[in-house]
Nanobody, 121 residues
Framework: QVQLVESGGGLVQAGGSLRLSCVAS????????MGWFRQAPGKEREFVAA????????SYADSVKGRFTISRDNAKFSVYLQMNSLKPEDTAVYYC??????????????WGQGTQVTVSS
């Protein structure tokens, strides 16, 4: 079992920044590739960003490319999402997830409970 806990969400004005954190606990030696997803009210959950187990490879949704940066610190069992130039359409609950079987995430088997990000116009 791996537990993921997100933090860092909140209310911010458009153009502002937030940094989300996700800490893994439990059987953390199984932590593999990780990702961030988000779900806005009335919409399906969507991919935001992913990072490989060592951190050498990243991927982003087109909607956040150039504004968001995913990173990780394996010594702290943590993954981060730096969000800059936030827009109202970034408002959503943000979730981190892990694929414990692969260096690059393909099938996420553990999820956090989410942290709310609200961007006001």
């Amino acid at each position: 079992q791996v537990q993921l806990v997100e933090s860092g969400g909140g209310l911010v004005q458009a153009g502002g920044s937030l940094r989300l954190s996700c800490v893994a606990s439990g059987r953390t030696f199984r932590t593999g590739g990780m990702g961030w997803f988000r779900q806005a009210p009335g919409k399906e959950r969507e991919f935001v960003a992913a990072i490989s187990r060592i951190g050498g490879r990243t991927s982003y949704a087109d909607s956040v490319k150039g504004r968001f940066t995913i990173s990780r610190d394996n010594a702290k069992f943590s993954v981060y999402l730096q969000m800059n130039s936030l827009k109202p359409e970034d408002t959503a609950v943000y979730y981190c997830a892990v694929d414990t079987d692969r260096d690059w995430p393909v099938e996420y088997d553990y999820w956090g409970q989410g942290t709310q990000v609200t961007v006001s116009s």
